[in-house]
């Protein structure tokens, strides 16, 4: 398989778990306008948030693999490591 086709599968996979984090939101919308019972709704909630977290913890291992691994030769290891460090702060706030 070249790598061309394994980015595109990647996009792909990215792409369908962002229309599940889509559905899983408009059913929270669905919940709150029908009135359901708030430990609903909270459950609704927290599956979008590990589906958004699940999500930024896959493009963020793609992009280290990607973008930071492959300049490595480019950059000290130190640095590689505070550019991750920095990456990891941000995103985790």
């Given at each position: 398989?070249?790598?061309?086709?394994?980015v595109?599968?990647?996009?792909?996979?990215?792409?369908?778990?962002i229309?599940?984090?889509?559905?899983?939101?408009?059913?929270?919308?669905?919940?709150?306008?029908?009135?359901?019972d708030?430990?609903?709704v909270?459950?609704l909630?927290?599956?979008?948030?590990?589906?958004?977290?699940?999500?930024m913890g896959?493009?963020?291992?793609d992009?280290?693999?990607?973008h930071?691994?492959?300049?490595?030769?480019?950059?000290p290891?130190?640095?590689?490591?505070?550019?991750?460090i920095?990456?990891?702060?941000?995103?985790?706030?």
């Amino acid at each position: 398989m070249c790598a061309v086709d394994r980015v595109d599968r990647e996009k792909q996979k990215l792409v369908a778990r962002i229309r599940r984090i889509r559905g899983q939101v408009d059913a929270i919308e669905r919940s709150l306008t029908n009135g359901d019972d708030c430990a609903d709704v909270l459950m609704l909630l927290a599956n979008v948030r590990g589906g958004i977290n699940s999500l930024m913890g896959e493009v963020m291992e793609d992009h280290i693999r990607l973008h930071m691994l492959t300049e490595k030769s480019a950059h000290p290891p130190t640095e590689l490591a505070e550019d991750l460090i920095d990456l990891i702060r941000a995103y985790l706030k």
